[in-house]
């Protein structure tokens, strides 16, 4: 029983407990929390419809393996990044969050970079989420 008692203390609380997403920030920082903590459902949650697509939420593995053109991962761009300005918002239904990552990329090479994260904001929900396609595509 001893074991047991171990294997649940070391889960991370579910993140739709502790983050609203009622505003671009709470949602990145939602995001980041949801993909390191592997709750997928969560992270899936936090992004738009178009960056959905026909996938599950599982497609967000993904983002473990795939790279920028600095050769980091899209997961550790997101995991390992910190934020240092608030929101800028475009609009009432538009928002950018810049985040900053500095490491070393797959060849051990110093980087650092600034990646603005895209908002929507769904005016039926007043949720914020996460456009993948427009944050990865610039």
């Known amino acids: 029983m001893f074991p047991l008692l ?11 407990r502790f983050f609203d997403r009622r505003s671009p920030i709470n949602v990145v920082d939602a995001f980041k929390y ?12 936090c992004v738009t419809h178009e960056s959905r697509g026909d ?3 599982y497609r ?19 995991v390992r990044s910190t ?13 950018t969050v810049d985040v900053f990552y500095e490491g070393e990329n797959s060849e051990g090479t110093a980087v650092f970079v600034v990646l603005s994260v895209f908002l929507l904001r769904d005016p039926a929900t007043d949720v914020w989420l996460i456009d993948l396609v427009s ?3 610039r």
């Open 6 to 16: 171990l294997a649940s203390c070391s889960q991370l609380p579910p993140a739709q």
């Open 34 to 45: 949801a993909v390191e903590a592997d709750q997928w459902e969560f992270a899936f949650d």
């Open 55 to 57: 996938s599950s939420p």
């Open 60 to 78: 967000l593995f993904a983002l473990r393996l795939l790279k920028n053109e600095d050769g980091i991962t899209y997961h550790d761009l997101i």
């Open 83 to 95: 934020r240092e300005r608030p929101a800028y918002y475009r609009s009432v239904n538009e928002a």
């Open 135 to 137: 944050t990865f595509s």
